[in-house]
Each structure stands twice: as structure tokens, then as C-alpha cells.
């Protein structure tokens, strides 16, 4: 029987899932925004810009109750993370202050300013310093490398996080966001001109985040022990190496054989399976080797309570959701 | 290089000082946008469908920077603050997360309103305005019941000064909590409601004859008329409660020294602490008394009855209350004239005077928040929990706090003078008198 902390841990991971399949792939439309070349570069934008434009303010919101959830369920491991990793968490909020303001400003100014151009490439630029920075900040609590550091401002402050497993999860991210968008936008348009791009820029960043999930893996056995060890030692963790893989190979099959329903269903599952290997592989410990679910949890009267506003949120909430996207996104295959 | 207390302090300080602007235009743009909606709807004139299009389109702009500065403060909590938060955590924790479902739903139904115009039907599209208006409000609410716990700490017994028997609901029931929420709501549609009142009235000056800009005057003025009138009242409970429990607090805004019956209202001045007295004030006799009290000889205590190292700074607490309570009086007195003008002349464009008026008092509403906030943050020093965790004691480990502050201050002063020259530029391609003064359609029209 799982106790409060579990299933609010539960609650917080799913909350990542959500912003990174949602959020995370605004992010990546970003970064194909700013990619945009060619005779259809116009197209492309004006595709990217339409398919997050009512949307990414409430895809955002899931970041900030990963953020509420955390402090308000695990005051002391939060505490630890924000002290610790106050560099990148800076760099990641300027990330999404430049993107999130970027693209009103993009949206809202006419359209034959001369600044037009100069706010879609900000918006590119940031959302990829921002998916990188995300990266990074979760790929440091994953490498276990917060566990009291010592020394002056540099050990303490900065080689936390500037380490290979982080950098290279952080370059992870950005290929899971790109790929997570362009599998979303094939399904935004019904030119085939467009279809075909986003199909084949699907396929590229699946080609790089599986060689990047490859790099990560092997990176673990030095630089992140303790993840990998969660992962490969036990059957939990291969049942979660399994499901990545085939998200994978429904990825590649549903994009090769033009079923991008099944590529859009794989690429959730692909991302999901990631997340969810990730929590399975350090579970209990929020970060390595001190501080478990356990240990930095709220008294039980707050979890309680939280756990029926977290209910009843979600009773609002998710049915709200649904209309957005009914709203929005009626284009079909 | 400043201290790093000083720093982070400075920064929180900027990023709640940007951020709320545009929290409380989220909060109060989205209901004008919904009468002028909800008028096109019941008379089918057009100028109203423009006015709401056109309001929306400023919210957009508006709400996405409040997002992010939003999130930008979420983070900061921790970023700035950690030991803060990990002791507040388990018990307001609450608040800010019933705030991010408030939030939620605002982001979404926003969504809905301004991407969705011709996609549902208006009555549903209205309804969705309606819901961005009421989750707005129901944000602010959670978020001010949160700085009201810092301010009047409550739910929870004291064991080796950690917390124990934590009770979150409390915080639902703090007097202080309570009446801050209703200041700063009512405070949001005040000051909103005269700036877009000082915009317009600002374009009626130079085309008396355009309706939309009539229009949009009216609807901005009855809004923020309506909360100017109620915000004394407001202002009083909420000064009535800090009285009873944050006597030191009350003490430090009115510059209150010493413990006297018949206390004195002073009505600008400089607090001197060397000599314990106001200097360059006008002195309302028994005036303090009387007002937290309704009796013009009960007893007010006195900052002397307060250890010294637990007194707020004294000047800029003073001064700030007293700029917003003068900001206050001067649009609530806008009000009783706008209204006097509305029952007895029935048209508030034809006086120039009082448009000019309008256009001057624009800006009065924000500088009574920022004012407001001042005196709240800076009076609860030197804690950040009041009687419980000093400031000093909360602030992060992280050195060179001065470059994040710097960063921060460019940033959003960037992004301010970006938002302005935006809007400028949205306000100056209004329609003009001749496209919208053409007859007005059957009442029917919109319902068809």
C-alpha cells in the first residue's frame, strides 16, 4: 500500500510528464522555429506559431505545481536543490521569462514591424536555452552529485552541475523536445508539403535523441552510479529500459510507414518511459544518498490536504484541459 | 559589491514590484473586457465587440509577462529564501498550490477567450471570460492569504523553534490574511479601472465625438469608481486588525511612538528616531484614536514599547502609507465626482477639466499598490515570518547575489519599456469616430 509521500512523489512526476509531453514540446517548436529554412520557412513558422499560441500558457502551469508540489510536500529536499542549483534554475527562469515574453511580443506587435524577425529568433534562442538549462538541472539531481558539496564558491556553486552526465542530458532534452514537436505538428497541418517536413525533421531528432539516450546510459556508469545502478540491477528498471525502447521502435516504425498516430502514441510513450525509469530508478531518494521522500516530507495533516486539493484541482482542471484542446486542435490525420 | 541580504532583498523586491502590475491587470482587465463583451451581446453594437477585442488584446500582452514573472517568483521563494521555505513550507505550501490551480484555469479559459472568438458561441465565450475573471480573483486571493501568514503567523505550535502540529487550514481563518485579501483585490480593479479611465479620457480630449472612446471611459470609470469607494472601508478593516495584532507594525506606518490615550493622526511628516517624534506633519488630534477605535480617548500603543532591534524602518513605512492613503482619497474623491457627473449631468466626456483630471490621476491607482506593498514587506521587517524567523536568517548561502540583481533589474526594466512602447502603439491605431459612428443595429442583432 503506498503512503502519502509515494503518492504525492507520484503526483510530482506526473506533473513533469505532463510539462515536458506538453510544455516540453512548445519548447521544441521553439527550437524549430528557429531552425526554419528554405521556401517554406514562412509556412513552417506561421504553423508553429498558431498550434502554441492558445495553449502554451497553460502547458507552462504544470512547471509551477512541479515547483508548488515540491516545496509544499518536500520543503527540505527543495530547499536543497534551490540552494544548490541556483545558477542554472537562474538561467533557466531567464530562459522562460525571454521566451514566454518573446513570443507575446512576436504575436501581439504588427506585423510589419522591423523588430518582427528579431522577436522569432529570441523566441527560438530561449526556448532552447531553456530546454537545455531543464536538462541540466534535472540531469544533476539524477547524477547524485548534491550531496553536500564542499569547497569554495566554484565546487559548491558551479561543478555540481557543469559535469558530462549533465551537459549531456541537458543536450537529451533538447532532442526529446524537437522530436516531441515535430511528431505534434505533423498532425497540425493538412498541407503535405508541411507533413512531409515535419516527418522527416521527426525523424532526425529521433535519430539524435536515441544516439544522446545511448551517450546518457553509458555516461551513468561513471558519472551518475546511482541511476544506472537503479536501472540495470533491477527488474523494475528494465521493464522501464524496455518500454523506452519500444517507444523508440514505434517511433521509428510510425514515421517510416506514415502512421503518425501510432508515431505520436510511441513518442509519448518513448518520453513517458524516460520520466518515469528516471523516478523508478532513484526512488525513494529525492537526491542521493540522504534525502528520500521520506526524510524531507511535510507532516502528514499537510500531505492530507494536499493530496485532496491536488484531487480536487484536477477535478477542475483536467476536464478544462480537455476543452482547450477540443477547442484547438480539431485537425486530424 | 552590496550585502547580500541587501541584495536579495533588493531583488525580491523588484521581481514582486514588476510582477504585480501585471498580476493585478490580469486580475481586472479580463472583467472589463467581459462587460464590454457582455454589452455587445445584450445591444449588438459593434463598438462594443472592438472595445472587448481590443482589451484583450492588451490582457494578452499583459498576462503573458505576468506568467512568467509568476513563475519567476515561484522559484525565487526557494532561489532567495530557502531556509524560509523549508520551515513555511508544509504550511503555506498549501496556499500556493490551490493558487497554481487558480492559475490554471485562468491560463486556460484566457486561452479559450482570445484564440477562440470564432471557434464557440459567444455565450460561451463570454462564460469563459467570466471564469478568467473570477480565477484571477481566486489567485490573488490564495497568494495575499500567503503573505498575510507571514505577516500574522498561525496554524501550528512552536517545538525547538520548528513547527509542529501543523494545521494549513488555518491560514484560511488569519484575520490579517483575511482583510489583506480584500485591500489588495479591491485595490486591483481601483487601479486598473482609472488607468484605462485615463487612457481614454486622455483620446477623448483630442475627439470628444468618439464613441468608443466614450464607451470604454464609462465602463473603465464604473469599475473603478465602484472599488475607490469601497477601498476606505477596506483599508479600515485591514488597519483595525494589524492594530490588534501587529500593534509594532501599526505603530511604525502611522510613525506612533509613544503609548497614549487620545492618539494623533498625522497626515504626512518625517518619523526622527533620535527624538521619538514626527516633524513636518499636520497633527489630526485624537485622530488615530478614533479611527482604529471609534473612541477618541482609547490607549494606542507606541513603538517605545517595542524592543528597538524589532522595529521596521521607520521613514520609508511612514511615507509609503501615507503616499497611498493620499492616492486613495484623491481617486476615491474622482469617483464621487465621476458619479455625481453620471446621475446628474449623464455624461462624464463633455467637461474637459474633469478629463484632464483623468488623464493626471492614471497612474495614482499603481502607485498605491507599489506604495501598499512597501509598507506591508518593508513594515514586517526585520522578519520574514513575523516573531519567528529573522530575514537575516532565511537568506540563501549563495554568494554575488548582486548579479542576479542587476541581471534581473535590466531585464524587466527591458521588458517594461518594451510593454509600454507596445501598447503606445496598440492605443494609438484606435478606430476612429467616422468608422464607428454609423447607426446603431437592431437590438437584436448580436442574438441572431
Request: hydrophobic share 55%; proline share 6%; with cysteine.
Amino acid at each position: 500500500m503506498p503512503g502519502l509521500e509515494d503518492i504525492l512523489a507520484g503526483f510530482i512526476l506526473m506533473s513533469l510528464t505532463l510539462y515536458v509531453l506538453l510544455g516540453g514540446a512548445d519548447y521544441g517548436a521553439g527550437i524549430w522555429y528557429l531552425l526554419a529554412r528554405g521556401p517554406e520557412a514562412h509556412a513552417q513558422r506561421q504553423l508553429i506559431t498558431t498550434a502554441i499560441g492558445p495553449i502554451w500558457e497553460a502547458n507552462h502551469v504544470w512547471l509551477i505545481l512541479v515547483v508548488t508540489l515540491l516545496f509544499s510536500a518536500f520543503p527540505l529536499a527543495y530547499a536543497r536543490v534551490s540552494t544548490l542549483l541556483h545558477i542554472p534554475l537562474t538561467l533557466l527562469l531567464t530562459g522562460i521569462v525571454l521566451r514566454g515574453s518573446a513570443f507575446a511580443f512576436r504575436s501581439y506587435d504588427v506585423q510589419k514591424s522591423p523588430l518582427h524577425r528579431f522577436w522569432g529568433t529570441l523566441f527560438g534562442l530561449s526556448s532552447l536555452i531553456t530546454a537545455m538549462f531543464l536538462g541540466i538541472i534535472l540531469g544533476t539531481v539524477a547524477s547524485s552529485n548534491l550531496q553536500n558539496p564542499h569547497g569554495g564558491f566554484v565546487e559548491v556553486f558551479v561543478l555540481t552541475w557543469i559535469q558530462p552526465f549533465p551537459l549531456a542530458v541537458g543536450i537529451w532534452t533538447i532532442t526529446l523536445f524537437a522530436f516531441l514537436a515535430s511528431t505534434y505538428l505533423i498532425h497540425e497541418t493538412p498541407f503535405p508539403a508541411l507533413r512531409r517536413l515535419f516527418r522527416r525533421k521527426a525523424l532526425w531528432s529521433l535519430a539524435a535523441s536515441v544516439m544522446m539516450a545511448i551517450l546518457v546510459l553509458l555516461l551513468t556508469k561513471n558519472y551518475a552510479p546511482g541511476i544506472g545502478q537503479g536501472l540495470l540491477q533491477n527488474s523494475t528498471g528494465w521493464v522501464f529500459l524496455i518500454l523506452t525502447l519500444l517507444g523508440m521502435l514505434g517511433s521509428t516504425a510510425g514515421l517510416w510507414t506514415n502512421r503518425f498516430h501510432l508515431a505520436r502514441a510511441s513518442a509519448i510513450g518513448y518520453v513517458t518511459a524516460i520520466i518515469w525509469g528516471w523516478g523508478f530508478g532513484q526512488y525513494p531518494y529525492l537526491i542521493k544518498p540522504d534525502l528520500t521522500i521520506y526524510n524531507t516530507s511535510a507532516p502528514p495533516s499537510t500531505l492530507e490536504l494536499l493530496l485532496f486539493v491536488l484531487v480536487a484541482g484536477m477535478i477542475v482542471v483536467l476536464p478544462s484541459l480537455l476543452c482547450l484542446f477540443r477547442v484547438f486542435k480539431k485537425i486530424q490525420v | 559589491m552590496i550585502e547580500n541580504l541587501l541584495a536579495a532583498r533588493l531583488l525580491m523586491a523588484i521581481s514582486l514590484g514588476f510582477h504585480i502590475i501585471f498580476a493585478v491587470a490580469g486580475m481586472a482587465m479580463p472583467f472589463l473586457m467581459v462587460i464590454a463583451e457582455w454589452r455587445y451581446i445584450r445591444t449588438g453594437r459593434e463598438i462594443f465587440r472592438e472595445l472587448a477585442t481590443r482589451w484583450a488584446k492588451g490582457t494578452a500582452i499583459l498576462f503573458a509577462i505576468g506568467a512568467v514573472s509568476g513563475t519567476v517568483l515561484s522559484f525565487e521563494l526557494g532561489l532567495l529564501w530557502p531556509n524560509f521555505m523549508a520551515w513555511a513550507g508544509p504550511i503555506i505550501g498549501l496556499l500556493f498550490s490551490l493558487e497554481g490551480f487558480a492559475f490554471f484555469t485562468e491560463a486556460i479559459f484566457l486561452g479559450i477567450y482570445l484564440y477562440g472568438w470564432n471557434k464557440i458561441p459567444p455565450y460561451l465565450h463570454l462564460m469563459s471570460g467570466v471564469i478568467v475573471t473570477v480565477s484571477g480573483v481566486l489567485s490573488a486571493f490564495f497568494v495575499v492569504l500567503a503573505n498575510g501568514w507571514m505577516n500574522h503567523p498561525v496554524g501550528f505550535q512552536l517545538l525547538d523553534g520548528l513547527p509542529v502540529q501543523i494545521a494549513p487550514l488555518a491560514t484560511f481563518t488569519n484575520p490579517i490574511g483575511l482583510h489583506e485579501t480584500h485591500h489588495m483585490i479591491l485595490a486591483a480593479f481601483v487601479a486598473i479601472g482609472f488607468l484605462v479611465a485615463g487612457i481614454h479620457a486622455f483620446f477623448l480630449l483630442r475627439q470628444p465625438e468618439n464613441p468608443f472612446h466614450q464607451e470604454a471611459l464609462r465602463i473603465a470609470l464604473i469599475t473603478g469608481g465602484l472599488a475607490a469607494l469601497l477601498q476606505p472601508l477596506s483599508g479600515d478593516l485591514l488597519a483595525r486588525a494589524v492594530a490588534t495584532f501587529s500593534p509594532i507594525k501599526l505603530a511604525a506606518l502611522e510613525g506612533h511612538f509613544h503609548t497614549t490615550s487620545g492618539a494623533s493622526f498625522w497626515i504626512g511628516g518625517i518619523p526622527d528616531v533620535s527624538t521619538a517624534t514626527i516633524s513636518y506633519g499636520i497633527e489630526i488630534p485624537y485622530g488615530l484614536s478614533l479611527l482604529l477605535h471609534g473612541d477618541p480617548m482609547a490607549s494606542v500603543q507606541g513603538l517605545m514599547d517595542f524592543p528597538r532591534q524589532n522595529w521596521p524602518p521607520l521613514v520609508v513605512v511612514h511615507l509609503a502609507f501615507q503616499i497611498m492613503i493620499a492616492s486613495g482619497f484623491i481617486l476615491m474623491a474622482m469617483s464621487v465626482w465621476g458619479f455625481w457627473k453620471i446621475w446628474r449631468q449623464k455624461c462624464l466626456w463633455k467637461s474637459r477639466g474633469f478629463l484632464r483630471c483623468l488623464v493626471g490621476c492614471a497612474p495614482l491607482g499603481l502607485i498605491a499598490i507599489e506604495s501598499g506593498w512597501v509598507v506591508t514587506e518593508v513594515g514586517r521587517q526585520p522578519w520574514i515570518i513575523v516573531g519567528i524567523m529573522r530575514t537575516t536568517d532565511a537568506v540563501t548561502p549563495m554568494p554575488g547575489l548582486t548579479v542576479p540583481l542587476i541581471f534581473f533589474t535590466l531585464l524587466y526594466l527591458g521588458l517594461a519599456g518594451i510593454v509600454l512602447w507596445l501598447l503606445h502603439r496598440h492605443l494609438t491605431v484606435f478606430p476612429q469616430t467616422i468608422e464607428l459612428s454609423g447607426p446603431p443595429p437592431r437590438e437584436t442583432h448580436a442574438r441572431s
